[in-house]
């Protein structure tokens, strides 16, 4: 049997937001905060940033980033077919022959397809080589620049036009995963504490949705300073390894179902990493363990060195195929990580941040 989507999780999902132009998550979100949250505030940046319990003590800030992969409009030719660049970090051998959504600023979605020169007409060589993304263009249907003017515009936001649909049990697959479960988990965790939580909470938790972590990590390096934390906990996706070609004395081994995923490495503070260890045994949620010796390629990097620096956590929900328009996760990954960080927040105690 298929597990039901959370719904708040589903219209996340359903949201167009590329980095720099997330306006369709940040309404999402605004409309699930704001019933729950003692305060929703944005920034410059377009952070969504809801607080919870205002005089706790400690602040614990929990950031996931509600930006997804997308494309850009550059360059339009007189015929009306449109050239792009990438809107984060893109495997170019899937961008052709993708249905792309175009977000018009003249109002509408405008539908079309990404195209190359076809297989046939490629010599031997050029079929072995990963097409050069000046060699790649969209076709809106249009005959010509005029009429391609009329509809979009250079600089217009494009994503790809997968939606979120169940696979199997508790799978699902959707483009946007990256990291819309992130910022659907730490929204969530607010949600249930302020229904479930009365009276038992200590600390002040302040859930962010970022902007901007696919062109680098920027929505995160400024709300850290509106929020001032004393913990930060970032949540983002890790790379499931348990799919064939993918070597696991390389990379690790991270299974999707089997939990979310604890960082440790010099990215992650120790006593914010025991404490969601401890979490996991006691509340019998699943768990597993990843090491990240460098700077971690989420949230968490720059949490931990803003300011005059923050304990910083890590936690990633396991995933298949990241940065492609099939990103697939296991739902009960979702729910254990929801549990788990709720689980956090209720173990701080005032002023158990002196300890670090």
Same mark, same amino acid.
């Given at each position: ?13 359903g949201?167009?937001?590329?980095s720099g ?8 979100? *605004?409309?699930?905060?704001e ?8 920034d410059a ?22 930006d !997804? ?5 550059r360059y339009i030719?007189?015929e009306?077919?449109l050239?792009?660049d990438t ?7 899937i ?7 175009i ?7 405008? /539908?079309?397809v ?5 297989? $046939?007409?490629?010599d031997?060589e !050029? ?17 010509? /620049? ?8 250079i600089?217009d936001?494009i994503v790809?036009?997968?939606?979120l649909a169940?696979l199997?049990g508790?799978r ?6 990256d ?11 607010l +949600?249930r ?10 600390? /002040?938790?302040?859930a ?15 709300s850290?300073?509106g929020?001032?934390? $004393?913990?930060?906990?970032?949540v983002?996706?890790t790379?499931?390894?348990?799919h064939?070609?993918?070597? +696991?004395?390389?990379f690790g081994?991270?299974k999707?179902?089997a939990?979310p ?14 404490r969601?260890l *401890?979490c996991? +045994? /006691?509340a ?7 090491a *990240? ?5 989420? *949230? ?9 620096g923050?304990a910083t ?6 995933l +298949? ?12 990954d979702? !729910? ?12 701080l105690?005032?002023?158990?941040y002196? $300890?670090?």
């Amino acid at each position: 049997m298929l597990m039901e989507i959370p719904a708040f999780f589903e219209a996340l999902m359903g949201a167009r937001s590329p980095s720099g132009y997330e306006y369709e998550a940040q309404r999402v979100i *605004d409309a699930h905060m704001e019933p729950v949250a003692d305060t929703l505030q944005g920034d410059a940046l377009g952070n969504r940033i809801a607080r919870l319990n205002l005089k706790g003590d400690p602040v614990l800030m929990l950031a996931g980033h509600m930006d !997804e992969l997308g494309l850009i409009i550059r360059y339009i030719n007189k015929e009306g077919f449109l050239y792009f660049d990438t809107l984060g970090g893109h495997d170019l051998g899937i961008i052709p022959g993708r249905r792309v959504q175009i977000l018009s600023s003249k109002g509408a979605i405008v /539908q079309g397809v990404t195209g190359k020169r076809a297989v $046939h007409l490629m010599d031997a060589e !050029e079929r072995k080589k990963a097409p050069e993304l000046h060699k790649l263009w969209i076709d809106i249907g249009v005959k010509s /620049q005029t009429e391609a003017l009329e509809r979009v515009s250079i600089g217009d936001p494009i994503v790809y036009a997968d939606g979120l649909a169940p696979l199997f049990g508790s799978r699902v697959v959707g483009r946007a995963i990256d990291n819309r479960a992130g910022a659907y988990v730490v929204c969530e965790v607010l +949600r249930r504490l302020s229904t479930e939580a009365q009276g038992l909470l200590k600390a /002040q938790v302040v859930a962010v949705a970022t902007t901007q972590e696919e062109v680098g990590t920027r929505g995160a390096a400024v709300s850290v300073y509106g929020v001032q934390p $004393h913990i930060a906990v970032a949540v983002d996706v890790t790379h499931a390894t348990d799919h064939p070609e993918c070597d +696991r004395c390389k990379f690790g081994d991270v299974k999707l179902g089997a939990g979310p995923v604890l960082t440790r490495g010099p990215n992650i503070n120790p006593f914010v990493y025991q404490r969601l260890l *401890d979490c996991c +045994r /006691q509340a019998e949620i699943p768990y597993q363990i990843e090491a *990240d010796g460098r700077p971690t390629g989420t *949230d968490a990097r720059v949490l931990q060195v803003s300011r005059s620096g923050v304990a910083t956590g890590l936690v990633s929900i396991p995933l +298949r195929y990241m940065h492609t328009p099939a990103e697939t996760i296991d739902l009960e990954d979702l !729910e254990n990580t929801v549990r788990l960080l709720k689980a956090f927040a209720l173990s701080l105690i005032p002023g158990e941040y002196g $300890h670090f």
